[in-house]
């Protein structure tokens, strides 16, 4: 078989070239992973797939808008002439069509198969808790929609950034590329198919997804949180109900905290006991506390999964010449959390 290297394109559109079989972009696989964990199956074929895909798109993007009636209230009324309110009313409206079939899909299978609490997917569960009360309150319909889109909307856009960035720093830096190769290769041998079995091993695969986390968190301002009460903070006074964003990205390079904090250095975490989890604050990709994500084990889980399946099975290069160190990406506003357009074959052309 000619092994013909292929153009691999990110949603993001940073162009990798991969030496072997097409896949499909980490943007486009990602939300099929979580429609699957949360409604069963993948919704994307046909012509009723790629509606779904266009709707998906317009929910993430309208996900990242800033509301500048959030900030000045006054100015609220700007969302309306901006045509932002109508297009979050139209999403809004379609992503419930979307899940109301959904729902009548899971109940006719229960119906039809004659048995209850087949439990394969997040909706089932919910129907399940729904059905046998065990949380001690009721949850109905609108509540369990809801969760899914919840989680939905805070899983894609972030396990896929955390994806690409990991996949772009190996890329840049060959000789950690093949440390995870190797350490991969080694622990899962012939078989195929790598599962959750031998992801505890390995050490330095963990070790990369964190320091591509303390150097691309894919929230780099987190999510907005409020005060309760006045604080006195370094001699600041915060009064209540003021709006408070963490800016996690400046945290993870800040030099006083960090050894080198603008190279990646997956080594840092080998010898470090610094976690995601919350406990340590200068590493907080997820957050801390009671409203720290909850989502950290199963975004991390997945995250592993598919790195660990990549190099495993696909041996990677840059286009043409290029080295990883020539591999370079600017940093803008929109870009933070995800690598910028960067066409690579036009940057060799200057290059060179
Ligand atoms: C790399 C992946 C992810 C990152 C970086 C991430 C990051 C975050 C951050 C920074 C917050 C705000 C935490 C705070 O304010 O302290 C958050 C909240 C949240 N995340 Fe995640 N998340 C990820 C994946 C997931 C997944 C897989 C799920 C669920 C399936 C999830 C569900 C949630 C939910 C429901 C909240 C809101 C929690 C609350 O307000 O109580 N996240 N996430």
Redesign the pocket.
Known sequence: MVVTPRLFASRTSSLILLNSLPIRSLASVEPYLNLRVALGKKYGQGECGRKFKELLGEFVELLGFISVGDYIPWLSWVNRVNGLDARAEKVAKQLDDFLEGVIEEHLNFEKKEGHDHVLGDFMDVLFWIQKENVIGFPIDRVSIKALIL??FA??TD??YA?LDWAMTELLRHPKMMKNVQNEVREIIGNKKDITEYGLDKMHYLKAAIKET?RFH???PL??P?KSIQDAKIHGYDIAADTQVIIN?WTIGRDPTLWDEPEQFQPERFLTSSIDFKGHDFQF?????????????S??IM??ELVLANLVHNFDWTLPGRARGEDYRFCLDVNSISKPTTVDVPAYLERIW
Request: net charge positive; proline share 12%; charged share 15%.
């Open positions: 919840d989680a805070a899983d972030t396990t955390v986390l968190p894919p929230i987190l999510v949180r996690a907080i990709p997820f957050g801390a506390g009671r409203r720290g994500c909850p989502g950290i199963f975004s997945t995250i």
